[in-house]
Structure formats: C-alpha cells, structure tokens
Nanobody, 120 residues
Framework: QVQLVESGGGLVQAGGSLRLSCVYS????????MGWFRQAPGKEREFVAG????????EYGDSVKGRFTISRDNAKNSVYLQMNSLKPEDTAVYYC?????????????WGQGTQVTVSS
C-alpha cells in the first residue's frame, strides 16, 4: 500500500520561497516516478513537476519552469519541491503523487495535500 505525506506548506509573501517535502512508503513506490500537482480554488488540478526513479528525467509545468525545482532522495524515501520567486497565482493545495511513470502520475497515488498561500 502506498502512502504519501506532504509537508512544508504555509504562507509566504510574493517573491519568497518555500520547500515542500513528501515522504513515501510502500514496497512498490520505491521504484516509482514521483511528482507534484496543485489545485487552486475553482480550478482543475494542474501538473507542476515530475521526476523518474533515477532522477535523470524531469518535467515541469509551463507555469513553474525556471522557478520550481523537483528533486528526490531515494535513501530517505523523499521527494522535494523547491519553489522560488513565488507569485500569488501559485496559491493552491499541493499534492504529492506516485506512479510507475511520469505520464501516469495523474492517475497514480496521491497524498492528502499541503496548502501554499502566496500573499501579494
């Protein structure tokens, strides 16, 4: 059984930074791609970033390219999302996801989410 637990969300001013963490557990997920999605009020869930098991394939959503960085530490069963130059439009609940491949992340396992609020 896959479990994903996010942390690191909070309130930050525009231009600031936050680092989200996700700890994953479960035998299968150790070989999975990991990713982050977000959902703002009244909007659909949006792909933020994905990383494969080796960390040599990384993808970003267009709205976060150049500002966010995804990374993982397989020894710690963790994936991270470093968010810099935050904007009010980055305000959303951020979800950690896991699936065998990056392209399958939307249909994979999800965490409970962590709230990120960016004030102007």
């Amino acid at each position: 059984q896959v479990q994903l637990v996010e942390s690191g969300g909070g309130l930050v001013q525009a231009g600031g930074s936050l680092r989200l963490s996700c700890v994953y557990s479960g035998r299968a997920v150790r070989n999975y791609a990991m990713g982050w999605f977000r959902q703002a009020p009244g909007k659909e869930r949006e792909f933020v970033a994905g990383i494969n098991i080796r960390g040599d394939i990384i993808e970003y959503g267009d709205s976060v390219k150049g500002r966010f960085t995804i990374s993982r530490d397989n020894a710690k069963n963790s994936v991270y999302l470093q968010m810099n130059s935050l904007k009010p439009e980055d305000t959303a609940v951020y979800y950690c996801t896991a699936a065998p491949f990056i392209r399958e992340l939307f249909g994979g396992s999800w965490g409970q989410g962590t709230q990120v609020t960016v004030s102007s």
